[in-house]
């Protein structure tokens, strides 16, 4: 696996800094930093809110968990964007507390007693996930194959189904004292929901990021004349204070309690890796293992710190990185910035206190809609999966089933033993783990299956049994997208492993582009004239073979004829002064540039394509002249990847 390492532009004074390392104006800096704490703001504070409801803290504890959580979350962000030696991504990418570990702090706080009890036992099991995350980094990248999407996607929408009965709960009026015929609750919570949709609709750009935000500060003011906004706190809190380590007690460990924790945060590196991977495409920088590795690094190293400083678990969060899409600012300093931001904030209580002031019914009906999201991403991700495929039906549908029947009978945890009850008596961990260990089962253990279509007859392959073979058979397999021999599928193999399919795709692409150009003449030369394909397709004359006899030319490696007979077929719609036309523009663009005309007929819509430009035939600059044979062969194995990999 070929690593990159990120170079500082002092090291080389002459080499061009790239967008991501860029420092902007102090003015743009400062602009840009707040639209990231601003759009990042609400979800940042609506897990310790949740929390502390459920666990049954009173409200200065609850404006001290906020401060340290925006104090923390600046310092986590600062390290994942700047880094410290092999200690963080250097990319756009902001921390917070993972909405994955709120059902499980729940169930290990009430477990432990509740109150500030079951706050150290959630510190406890924090510290040492934390931990284990920071160390298992670098072995983590190589576990990437047992998280393909039929896993990732059942884990994400298990999270946001899970935390639904908490914001319903909420909604009504919290844990501590629930009314749901209450019909102003209902108002509020609904009519927060209301308005945050309406700014979606209405708004784009930077104000429909915003749109939890705005909808928690408009909610709150409607619930002012009604009496349930109570701003005393504000005024006895203090303008300045410092979270201090261990603020609630000296951190209780629990092996069950710790159990749980690590399960979260394999999830939450799961999806690290993919806000890592996204970004990385976002900003035009490369991602490989090592950078996966020094974000994880980053998330453990934070969520440690977080178990210290009164904190909780920390992940990259998706929301700023699709601001960083919206945007288009790439650079990592505006998100140091913004952590600079989330310290100064949380040295301020005051600030806590007013966050501590929304009322139950506003964070709920804030935090449906933010819940029901990550469950819609979850779907997104799921339907990347092949269902025809039977095993990845029960891996989901078991998954899934075991997470609601806990979350919906959370009483079952008590036929359990204690150490199992704490583990799987949370929705989302007792999901999180039939997925993982259903799909060990069926992918990963026993009798190895060949690498075989998705379907009978057909050339399809599922990404997750691409994604479980060995370098042998994974090259095999893509060889199905050349022509000829080349070294590119060992070379994509060597770059795993692959989040999704989406990743291999882009992988096989850089490989195309990074091929030095002999190695592109040759993948190049090695296809048919289009005019000897044309000759054939409309004579019924049988497909030329490869000289090794194991196909046609133009057909996949070891496998059918469907790509060249396709092909045939669209030639074969040419009349037969196009298709005399057709061999004469090919003989001549292989004679003048060296190797064959290339064309994606799926993609060139017109015949005409295949023409020589007018005022006199091609450019004699070779790059002009030949962007129907580079591109029309990116095209080609593009769509030729498509058809062989599904989701």
Same mark, same amino acid.
């Given at each position: ?9 002092? #090291? ?155 914001? #319903? ?43 939890? &935000? ?58 690290? !890796? ?31 710190? =977080? ?7 920390? !992940? ?27 310290? &100064? ?51 989901? =549908?078991?998954? &899934? ?85 080349? #070294? ?44 000897? &394909? ?73 015949? #005409? ?6 005022? =006199? ?31």
């Amino acid at each position: 696996m070929r690593l990159r390492r990120s170079t500082s532009a002092t #090291a080389d004074p002459a080499r061009p800094v790239h967008p991501v390392d860029r420092v902007p104006p102090a003015g743009r800096l400062a602009v840009y930093g707040m639209q990231h704490v601003l759009a990042f703001y609400a979800g940042a504070v609506v897990v310790p809110i949740l929390l502390a409801n459920a666990i049954g803290l009173d409200e200065r504890q609850l404006i001290h968990l906020i401060n340290a959580d925006l104090f923390t979350c600046g310092i986590a962000s600062i390290l994942q964007s700047v880094g410290i030696g092999r200690i963080g991504v250097r990319l756009p990418l902001l921390q917070g507390v993972t909405f994955t570990a709120v059902s499980p702090m729940i169930a290990i706080g009430l477990a432990a007693g509740g109150g500030t009890q079951g706050l150290t036992t959630i510190y406890g099991a924090v510290i040492v996930a934390g931990l284990v995350t920071f160390f298992a980094a670098p072995y983590f990248a190589r576990l990437l194959r047992f998280f393909p999407p039929v896993v990732t996607g059942t884990v994400i929408t298990v999270i946001g189904l899970a935390l639904l009965p908490v914001a #319903a709960t909420d909604a009504v009026g919290g844990s501590n004292a629930p009314d749901p015929g209450n019909p102003l609750y209902l108002g509020l919570a609904l009519g927060t929901l209301a308005v945050i949709v309406l700014i979606q609709r209405l708004f784009r750009g930077f104000l429909a990021t915003v749109a939890v &935000l705005a909808g928690l500060v408009l909610g709150t003011l409607a619930a002012v004349p009604f009496g349930l906004v109570d701003l005393s706190a504000v005024g006895e809190s203090d303008w300045v204070g410092v979270t201090t380590p261990f603020h609630f007690g000296w951190p209780q460990f629990s092996i069950a309690a710790i159990l749980s924790m690590i399960v979260v945060m394999m999830i939450t590196a799961v999806e690290t !890796t993919g806000d890592v991977i996204a970004t990385g495409e976002i900003v035009d920088k490369k991602v490989g293992p090592d950078d996966v590795a020094r974000a994880l690094r980053a998330d453990g190293a934070a969520t440690t710190l =977080g178990g210290v400083l009164n904190s909780f678990p920390y !992940t990259c969060f998706a929301e700023n990185v699709g601001l960083v899409r919206l945007t288009r600012v790439s650079s990592r300093w505006v998100v140091a910035a913004a952590g600079g931001f989330m310290i &100064l904030i949380g040295l301020v209580p005051k600030a806590g206190a007013l966050v501590a002031a929304v009322p139950h019914p506003v964070l709920g009906g804030a935090a449906l809609a933010m819940f029901a999201t990550v469950a819609v991403v979850g779907i997104q991700t799921l339907s990347r999966v092949d269902f025809r495929d039977h095993r990845n039906v029960v891996v989901v =549908g078991s998954g &899934l089933g075991v997470a609601l029947f806990v979350t919906v009978q959370p009483d079952v945890a008590q036929a359990l033993p204690e150490w199992a009850g704490i583990v799987l008596g949370s929705g989302i961990t007792a999901g999180s783990v039939v997925a993982i260990g259903l799909n060990l089962l069926f992918f990963h253990t026993g009798r190895r299956r060949d690498i075989a279509p998705a379907t009978p007859g057909g050339d399809t392959v599922t990404f997750d049994r691409l994604a479980s073979a060995d370098a042998g058979e994974f090259s095999a397999v893509l060889g199905r997208l050349f022509e000829g021999p080349t #070294a590119v599928p060992a070379r994509v193999h060597a770059r795993g492993p692959f989040a999704d399919v989406t990743a291999l795709r882009a992988a096989v692409q850089d490989e195309l582009f990074a091929a030095p150009p002999e190695e592109q003449r040759a993948l190049m030369g090695h296809y048919p004239d289009l005019g000897g &394909l044309a000759g054939a397709g409309g004579s019924g004359a049988p497909a030329p073979r490869r000289p090794d006899g194991v196909g046609p030319v133009g057909g996949p490696v070891g496998g059918t004829a469907a790509a060249a007979l396709r092909d045939r077929a669209g030639l074969a719609l040419l009349g037969n002064d196009d298709r005399a036309e057709l061999c004469a523009v090919a003989s001549a663009y292989r004679e003048r540039f060296g190797f064959p005309l290339i064309v994606c007929l799926r993609d060139a819509g017109d015949p #005409a394509r295949c023409s020589p430009p007018r005022g =006199g035939g091609w450019s004699t600059r070779p790059r002009a002249g030949a962007r129907d044979g580079p591109g029309g062969d990116r095209q080609g194995r593009g769509r030729r990847f498509d058809d062989l990999v599904s989701g």
